[in-house]
């Protein structure tokens, strides 16, 4: 049975598929576009003419040369690009396979299904009037039908030996080796094996899955990995910014004593030489007088004498005054007690170590401050917040951080306003909620940095240090060493500069403090 090439469905076909093309690249639509004047074109072809056209003042269609006075609007064709998508998956399966039926010998036509024991490929039509008997096997398109016939017996394979895990056909089964031995339709063997490798697929992508979560994970790691390596760089390269400065401090300080002393003995050495000056001078004079005593002629003169008794001159040659020299160990220790400030700043690890996380415990709030949502900005509040009344809430202007310390070293950073009356520092939990003896510094149980009118002070137990002014950068960094009991303030200029600390035997947790008053803010960094 043959086909005409001038068959209806043939010639359908062909016609269908130059409707798909692209009048442009000649090709099935892709992501098929519709100008105005209704002619489709892939989207990338199209808009390579459009921008040919960039440079005319008039863009055309390619095919009716419809004129558009500006760059027409790309409309996707929806059906159309349905349509090509199916068209092109039924094509590209059909080229795909490259296998065109037996007995269609004047036109290729694609063929759909193989019979196994005519050895032949069928198209549509020739598989209607194949032969429906059960020894005709067919299969998927092939051209190679030998490997589904037994080597011995050269018969259609149909079974499956279980014990030997080999495809046999009806022979093998009967006369063959594997008489006797279990065995499966090779449909059903098939079927088996596949929800077998189905169990084997589930248990390989869930494996897959871990490790694409493992991947993540890891990739995550790798990104806070170098976020950390980068904060820590910033931060090794301010610390050794910080350590020449204070090296070309100490080198100053030294040197600065080395000259105060070259001077002092300078002057001292200047003052011995006047003196021995003058001695030497009263010498000559003597000598001179002695001289003149023994050119006298007259015993008399020169018995009768007054300045002849040689004991008194030799009194006044032996006077002598010690010479000053420079003093090597005042300026030897000012040199390590430098070098070891340096290191002790080094290990406070301000720079090394992460700072800590603090936030305001908006429980111990008072009514007259305002703290951000996201608990990490306070300030003074014209009106009352009307907060529920708790035992930890302070009575005015003041509020605790979340987090409290009891071990280790931390340090936090804080931003704050140039304006009003603002203090930030430590407190134990157990400060007093009320009255005077709540206010930070007031207290022994807590210790502040605080800020009014150009004037920095530090306070603890109502006793008061004014720091001396400077142009503040406002910022500021609180480092606490909880077991050697240190409390450090820094101004975190560049170079970071030690302002102040405090020394105390720490008995309790301590928690992050801070008072606001009048138009003033604090902003926590950490």
Same mark, same amino acid.
């Given at each position: 049975?043959?086909?005409?090439?001038?068959?209806?469905?043939?010639?359908?076909?062909?016609?269908?598929?130059?409707?798909?093309?692209?009048?442009?690249?000649?090709?099935?639509?892709?992501?098929?576009?519709?100008?105005?004047?209704?002619?489709?074109?892939?989207?990338?072809?199209?808009?390579?003419?459009?921008?040919?056209?960039?440079?005319?003042?008039?863009?055309?269609?390619?095919?009716?040369?419809?004129?558009?006075?500006?760059?027409?609007?790309? %409309?996707?064709?929806?059906?159309?690009?349905?349509?090509?998508?199916?068209?092109?998956?039924?094509?590209?399966?059909?080229?795909?396979?490259?296998?065109?039926?037996?007995?269609?010998?004047?036109?290729?036509?694609?063929?759909?299904?193989?019979?196994?024991?005519?050895?032949?490929?069928?198209?549509?039509?020739?598989?209607?009037?194949?032969?429906?008997?059960?020894?005709?096997?067919?299969?998927?398109?092939?051209?190679?039908?030998?490997?589904?016939?037994?080597?011995?017996?050269?018969?259609?394979?149909?079974?499956?030996?279980?014990?030997?895990?080999?495809?046999?056909?009806?022979?093998?089964?009967?006369?063959?080796?594997?008489?006797?031995?279990?065995?499966?339709?090779?449909?059903?063997?098939?079927?088996?094996?596949?929800?077998?490798?189905?169990?084997?697929?589930?248990?390989?992508?869930?494996?897959?899955?871990?490790?694409?979560?493992?991947? *993540?994970?890891?990739?995550?790691?790798?990104?806070?990995?170098? %976020?950390?390596?980068?904060?820590?760089?910033?931060?090794?390269?301010? !610390?050794?910014?910080?350590?020449?400065?204070?090296?070309? #401090? !100490?080198?100053?300080?030294?040197?600065?004593?080395?000259?105060?002393?070259?001077?002092?003995?300078?002057?001292?050495?200047?003052?011995?030489?006047?003196?021995?000056?003058?001695?030497?001078?009263?010498?000559?004079?003597?000598?001179?007088?002695?001289?003149?005593?023994?050119?006298?002629?007259?015993?008399?003169?020169?018995?009768? #004498?007054?300045?002849?008794?040689?004991?008194?001159?030799?009194?006044?040659?032996?006077?002598? &005054?010690?010479?000053?020299?420079?003093?090597?160990?005042?300026?030897?220790?000012?040199?390590?007690?430098? !070098?070891?400030?340096?290191?002790?700043?080094?290990?406070?690890?301000?720079?090394?170590?992460?700072?800590?996380?603090?936030?305001?415990?908006?429980?111990?709030?008072?009514?007259?401050?305002?703290?951000?949502?996201?608990?990490?900005?306070?300030?003074?509040?014209?009106?009352? %917040?009307?907060?529920? *009344?708790?035992?930890?809430?302070?009575?005015?202007?003041?509020?605790?951080?979340?987090?409290?310390?009891?071990?280790?070293?931390?340090?936090?950073?804080?931003?704050?306003?140039?304006?009003?009356?603002?203090?930030?520092?430590?407190?134990?939990?157990?400060?007093?909620?009320?009255? #005077?003896?709540?206010?930070?510094?007031?207290?022994?149980?807590?210790?502040?940095?605080?800020?009014?009118?150009?004037?920095?002070?530090?306070?603890?137990?109502? &006793?008061?240090?004014?720091?001396?002014?400077?142009?503040?950068?406002?910022?500021?960094?609180?480092?606490?060493?909880?077991?050697?009991?240190?409390?450090?303030?820094?101004?975190?200029?560049?170079?970071?500069?030690?302002?102040?600390?405090?020394?105390?035997?720490?008995?309790?947790?301590?928690?992050?403090?801070?008072?606001?008053?009048?138009?003033?803010?604090?902003?926590?960094?950490?």
């Amino acid at each position: 049975m043959e086909v005409s090439t001038s068959h209806p469905t043939v010639m359908a076909s062909a016609d269908l598929r130059d409707e798909m093309n692209c009048s442009i690249c000649l090709s099935i639509y892709t992501d098929p576009v519709t100008l105005r004047c209704g002619h489709n074109y892939c989207r990338v072809c199209i808009t390579h003419v459009m921008d040919t056209q960039e440079k005319s003042t008039v863009y055309t269609c390619p095919e009716c040369r419809t004129e558009f006075q500006e760059r027409p609007a790309l %409309q996707k064709n929806i059906t159309l690009c349905n349509i090509a998508e199916r068209f092109f998956s039924s094509q590209t399966e059909q080229e795909d396979t490259g296998i065109f039926c037996t007995y269609c010998i004047h036109s290729p036509v694609t063929a759909v299904r193989s019979c196994l024991m005519c050895e032949a490929a069928l198209c549509d039509n020739h598989l209607r009037v194949h032969s429906k008997s059960a020894e005709h096997v067919l299969s998927n398109p092939t051209n190679s039908t030998g490997n589904r016939k037994c080597s011995i017996h050269n018969k259609i394979m149909e079974y499956y030996c279980t014990k030997d895990a080999a495809c046999i056909c009806v022979s093998c089964r009967l006369d063959g080796d594997h008489c006797g031995h279990q065995v499966e339709l090779l449909d059903e063997a098939s079927e088996r094996k596949k929800e077998k490798l189905k169990n084997v697929l589930h248990t390989l992508t869930t494996k897959r899955e871990e490790m694409e979560q493992k991947v *993540h994970s890891l990739l995550e790691h790798n990104r806070d990995i170098q %976020q950390k390596v980068t904060g820590l760089s910033e931060r090794v390269a301010a !610390l050794f910014r910080d350590i020449r400065r204070q090296l070309e #401090d !100490l080198e100053v300080t030294v040197l600065s004593e080395v000259s105060r002393q070259g001077e002092q003995v300078s002057l001292s050495n200047s003052d011995l030489i006047q003196q021995l000056d003058i001695k030497k001078d009263e010498l000559s004079r003597k000598m001179r007088h002695i001289e003149e005593l023994c050119n006298m002629a007259n015993p008399l003169s020169v018995l009768q #004498d007054q300045v002849s008794n040689t004991d008194n001159f030799c009194d006044t040659v032996d006077d002598k &005054q010690a010479e000053v020299d420079l003093d090597l160990d005042l300026i030897f220790k000012t040199l390590h007690v430098g !070098l070891s400030n340096i290191v002790t700043y080094e290990k406070r690890g301000i720079y090394l170590q992460e700072a800590s996380s603090i936030s305001l415990d908006v429980n111990t709030a008072s009514n007259n401050v305002s703290c951000s949502d996201d608990f990490k900005f306070v300030s003074m509040s014209k009106t009352s %917040q009307s907060l529920p *009344h708790a035992p930890e809430r302070f009575e005015s202007y003041q509020v605790l951080g979340t987090r409290s310390f009891f071990s280790g070293q931390h340090y936090w950073d804080v931003e704050t306003s140039k304006t009003g009356i603002w203090i930030v520092g430590m407190s134990y939990t157990s400060i007093e909620r009320k009255g #005077d003896q709540s206010f930070i510094g007031y207290n022994n149980k807590s210790w502040g940095l605080r800020y009014c009118e150009n004037q920095y002070s530090v306070r603890h137990n109502k &006793q008061v240090i004014n720091l001396p002014y400077h142009n503040s950068c406002h910022k500021f960094r609180i480092f606490l060493d909880y077991e050697a009991g240190q409390l450090f303030f820094y101004e975190l200029s560049d170079p970071i500069r030690h302002l102040y600390t405090f020394t105390a035997t720490f008995t309790e947790p301590l928690h992050a403090i801070f008072r606001v008053w009048g138009d003033c803010w604090i902003r926590i960094l950490s």
